[in-house]
């Protein structure tokens, strides 16, 4: 029959359908032959023609042989819903309504016959089929026995309620195992896409921190020795013995400074690798835009360049804030904002989702929720400098990150 057939379970109950409707067909004949009817011959030569094709839709159903194939397009394809199985189905019944006529006790065969409609037919289809099929067996009843009692009423109606109880009950309880199934696969995936993430926010931190390091303490070294031996090379006379020292110390302070800064390069964030911190904060706004949410990036005040250690900082807390926004906030709209100003530069992400409470403990981001706010604040203070979160239930939150300028000329001006 179909898929769903292939377990053991069901295997069995298929089995169990086939002993039940030949042993059926069995005691029909044998109780002809035995009681001697007046149509003896007849009920078993159509209890045979019965057993006969039903094996043959059993057969072309389930693949057991593959001579079935050979019997024609209806055999290799009786399958549940299809126009061959309800042709079947029909000269099943036909079979069983000639036998009924002639046997009473043809009326046991409706029993089986009520899982075939069941299993094979639509729901739509097989409710009615197995309604008509439990009134022929009681007119059947009645017309033999010439008697009206309880149990040719309820027998018939009883065996067509367990079967249709049955059949919907494992249908239901399929598709519930297969909505599990469905979500075992998704949850094995997202479990995959995130050690993925995972492992590429952990290299990216990686490249970060040895990219700040670099800056902060190699590259400002360097550029602080160049800078002195600059000021001692002007100092002496252009005859001085050490003025060539001087000369070749501060050439190899230039470059080695070169060389840390092309580390730095080399470890930015991709997004910085191809243009300014307004660039990449602008194409990420476009790839965060989407039919649910709109994102806007807009630059406030002279752009001035920039720190690399700055410009990371910057960009990482604009990506797990709006990464916040789409997975938390159900907001519609958001909007970036980059404000260079005399002393500081900032960074607003605002939104108009459903808010939260600034106040409450934070979430964990690997639970059910998270908003990476001691992450930001941390990255902020390292730079020196701060970050602030404005919020509340259903209004929205905007999230503010201000790193100063002032005291660092140095660093801009080293700036790669």
Known sequence: MDSR????????????????????????????????????????????VTAGAYAAGALAGTGALAASARQGALAASVRPGTKAAATWLAALGTLWLALLALSPDALWVAFPLYFLQLHLLPTRWGVPAVAVTAVAAITSFVAHRQEIAPGAFIGPLLGAAVAIATVL???????????????????????????????????????????????????????????????????????????????????AAQANLAEARSFVRALTPPDLEHGSLAAALERLCARTTGPDLSVR??????????????????????????????????????????????????????????????????????????????????????????????????QGTALAVTLPLAGRPRDRESAA
Do not use: K, W
Request: glycine letters at 8%; one cysteine or more; aromatic letters at 4%.
């Open 5 to 48: 057939s292939h377990t053991h379970v069901t295997a069995a109950l298929r089995l169990c359908l086939h002993a039940l409707l030949t042993g059926l067909l069995a005691l029909v004949a044998v109780r002809a032959v035995g009681e001697g009817a007046p149509h003896a011959g007849a009920v078993v030569a159509l209890t045979l």
């Open 169 to 251: 009950g494992y249908d239901a309880l399929f598709r519930e195992s297969e909505r599990r199934r469905e979500l075992i696969v998704e949850l094995v995936a997202t479990r995959a896409e995130l050690a993925e993430a995972e492992r590429t926010a952990g290299t990216l931190a990686e490249r970060e921190r040895l990219a700040r390091e670099i800056h902060d303490t190699l590259a400002q070294g360097l550029s602080s020795i160049q800078l002195l031996l600059r000021a001692a090379e002007r100092t002496l006379p252009e005859d001085a013995p050490a003025a060539a020292h001087v000369r070749a110390a501060r050439e």
């Open 297 to 394: 990036f807009a630059v406030s005040g002279t752009p001035v360049e920039l720190p690399t250690p700055y410009e990371v900082a910057l960009l990482r807390t604009a990506q797990s804030a709006l990464a916040n926004t789409v997975r938390h906030a159900r907001a519609d709209r958001a909007e970036i904002t980059l404000s260079f100003m005399d002393t500081s530069v900032a960074l607003d992400v605002v939104d108009d989702g459903r808010g939260f409470d600034p106040s409450g403990a934070p979430v964990d981001e690997r639970g059910d929720g998270g908003f990476g706010l001691p992450a930001m604040r941390s990255r902020a203070a390292t730079l020196g400098g701060t970050l602030s979160v404005e919020s509340a239930p259903g």
